[in-house]
């Protein structure tokens, strides 16, 4: 079992920033990817960024291009979220998740082929 746990998120006026943690705790031996999802109210739950965790590479979605930023810290089992200059419609809760198998990269931006979840943390921005 896996054990994802977010942080981060909060309150921040538009053109602001904000940074996401999620720890992995557990058996994370076997890892393909990590990614960041959001849901905001009344919309299904959306792909944000994913990374590897065995080269870094990482994907975005066109609308967080050049705002958003993917890392990980391979040592402490984390990825993080960096989001700058934020507008109010990335106002959502923002969920990381773990892949374990390679399946393609297509695959990154569906979160039914991620296999573990956190809890999500919310962030709103406001104009």
């Known amino acids: 079992q896996v054990q994802l746990v977010e942080s981060g998120g909060g309150l921040a006026q538009a053109g602001g920033s904000l940074r996401l943690s999620c720890a992995a705790s557990g058996r994370t031996s076997s890892v393909y990817a990590m990614g960041w999802f959001r849901q905001a109210p009344g919309k299904e739950r959306e792909f944000v960024a994913a990374?590897?965790?065995?080269?870094?590479?990482?994907y975005y979605t066109d609308s967080v291009k050049g705002r958003f930023t993917v890392s990980r810290d391979n040592f402490a089992n984390t990825v993080y979220l960096q989001m700058n200059t934020l507008k109010p419609d990335d106002t959502a809760r923002y969920y990381c998740a773990l892949k374990i198998r390679n399946t393609g990269v297509s695959r990154l931006y569906y979160d039914t082929s991620y296999n573990y979840w956190g809890q999500g943390t919310q962030v709103t921005v406001s104009s």
């Open positions: 990374i590897t965790w065995s080269l870094g590479t990482t």
